[in-house]
């Protein structure tokens, strides 16, 4: 069985600040890693995932996460946020051998003010 | 229009009544799956499809729950006699990986149903 647990509901945070979404995970065996997030009104799309490889992988806007395999997690980090951020983002796990259900952390609200 | 959508976007039903939430996928994705999403949680996995066979349902909560996807292509997920614990935000997803790989997986924007 895998479990994911997002350490913080919800992260306030300033124009142009650093942020760090905390994701760990357990599984007993091997998992694919994901972060999807969630704009106002809109649907969850895919924003990085970590399938083998280099431990650090990063999006097209600026995210980055790092995997750790001795601490299981997966944080998310951002340099310098932009209000346009302002989303709710979720962690999530797959197992390597099965099929393609995702398992997801309850989410963090993150709320971007000038 | 080359995105996931779901019908109604919203759907308020009695409790007892049966509802029908639809999903169209992306044409051409073989794998659909099913998330029901609770109020301040994350999504959880409720089914899933490759092509026309449901091979994986182990995350309906009851036997009230039924979805099916008889051509391959479109989705209905039914839920008989609703209860206001399946009040929720019900999201489809699909995807062109056939399952054991890590494919993304495309969203559409959620059915919120409020059970009264």
């Known amino acids: 069985a895998q479990s994911v647990t997002q350490l913080d509901s919800q992260v306030p945070v300033f124009e142009e600040a650093p942020v760090e979404l905390r994701c760990n995970y357990s599984?007993?065996?091997?998992?694919?890693l994901f972060w999807y997030v969630q704009y106002p009104n809109q649907g969850l799309q895919l924003l990085l995932k970590?399938?083998?490889?280099?431990?650090l992988v990063e999006s097209i806007n600026g995210f980055e996460a790092e995997f750790n395999k001795s601490q299981t997690s997966f944080h998310l980090r951002k340099p310098s946020v932009h209000i346009s951020d302002t989303a709710e983002y979720f962690c999530?796990?797959?197992?390597?051998?099965?099929?393609?259900?995702?398992?997801f952390g309850a989410g963090t609200q993150v709320v971007v003010t000038p | 229009g080359a995105g996931v959508s779901q019908s109604p976007r919203y759907k308020v039903a009695k409790r007892g009544q049966d509802v029908a939430l639809r999903c169209d996928p992306i044409?051409?994705?073989?794998?659909l799956f099913w998330y029901q999403q609770a109020l301040g949680q994350g999504p959880e996995f409720l089914t899933y499809?490759?092509?026309?066979?449901?091979?994986?349902k182990s995350g309906l909560p009851s036997d009230r729950f039924f979805a099916e996807r008889p051509e391959g292509s479109v989705s209905t997920l039914k839920i008989q006699r609703t209860q206001q614990e399946d009040s929720a935000v019900y999201l489809c997803?699909?995807?062109?990986?056939?399952?054991?790989?890590?494919?993304?997986?495309?969203f559409g924007p959620g059915t919120r149903l409020t059970v009264l």
């Open positions: 997803a699909s995807s062109l990986d056939q399952g054991l790989g890590a494919g993304e997986q495309f």
């Open positions: 599984s007993s065996v091997s998992v694919y």
């Open positions: 970590y399938l083998s490889g280099s431990t």
């Open positions: 999530a796990v797959k197992r390597r051998d099965s099929w393609g259900k995702l398992q």
């Open positions: 044409s051409g994705h073989v794998s």
């Open positions: 499809f490759q092509n026309e066979a449901q091979l994986d």
